[in-house]
């Protein structure tokens, strides 16, 4: 099956601790995106990569990293930088504008909750 | 910068009601508009998208519409069913905003039986 894997599905953080989110996509596409939710919110755009090897900073992107090693694969860190991490993270994957059709497909997140 | 907005944040509808969901942007460089459905702690699912070039997409009991010249998209839903409970979500790709999707905040849509 094609798509895009989000894991885990429930991540608990301890107040210090780094952790990292993992996203995997199967669809062959060039860019990925990390969106965080807050409740009763839209998405804000935390990191994206348009191609393996780089990845520019969204609108909220203090206190988290990102890698792009692979172009399946595109994990996030959220460091003890960030003050206020517990939130629904999403992951997202589409061809680059240009290059066919761009539709956007999601994971089914990932719920960090700091204890 | 690039602004989505989506409104009524909520709507409540009986059962087999034809309803209307709206979606305005301000730039109108649009390279193409997609609608989603998000259920309860779920991911995003793709429902329609629209390319600049297009008008209209229709996918069942849905019609997404496009008018590039007032910044607006509207999503139509069909006899409406409980099952179409769930808050749906616009996002617009830009030609001046790279690759990114700017998502709109929202409707909460609950239809009652």
């Known amino acids: 099956d094609g798509g895009i894997t989000q894991s885990p599905k429930y991540l608990f953080r301890k107040e210090g601790q780094n952790v990292t989110l993992s996203c995997e996509q199967n669809l062959n596409h060039d860019a990925m995106y990390w969106y965080r939710q807050d409740p009763g919110q839209g998405l804000r755009l935390i990191y994206y990569s348009q191609i393996v090897n780089d990845f520019q900073k969204g609108d909220i992107a203090e206190g988290y990293s990102v890698s792009r090693e692979k172009k399946e694969s595109f994990p996030l860190t959220v460091t003890s930088a960030q003050k206020n991490p517990t939130a629904f993270y999403l992951c997202?994957?589409?061809?680059?504008?240009?290059?066919?059709?761009?539709?956007?497909?999601f994971g089914q997140g990932t719920r960090l909750t700091v204890v | 910068k690039q602004e989505v907005t989506q409104i009524p944040a909520a709507l409540s509808v009986p059962e087999g009601e034809n309803l209307v969901l709206n979606c305005s942007f301000t730039d109108s460089a649009i390279y193409n508009l997609q609608w989603f459905r998000q259920d309860p702690g779920k991911g995003l699912t793709s429902l329609l998208l629209i390319q600049s070039s297009q008008r209209e997409q229709t996918s069942g009991r849905l019609n997404a519409s496009l008018d590039k010249s007032s910044g607006r998209s509207t999503l139509y839903i069909a006899a409406s069913q409980p099952g179409d409970s769930a808050t749906y979500l616009c996002?617009?790709?830009?030609?001046?905003?790279?690759?990114?999707?700017?998502f709109g905040g929202g409707t909460r849509l609950m239809v009652k039986p």
């Open positions: 997202a994957s589409s061809s680059r504008q240009g290059r066919g059709n761009t539709e956007a497909f």
């Open positions: 996002a617009e790709r830009n030609n001046n905003a790279g690759n990114m999707l700017t």
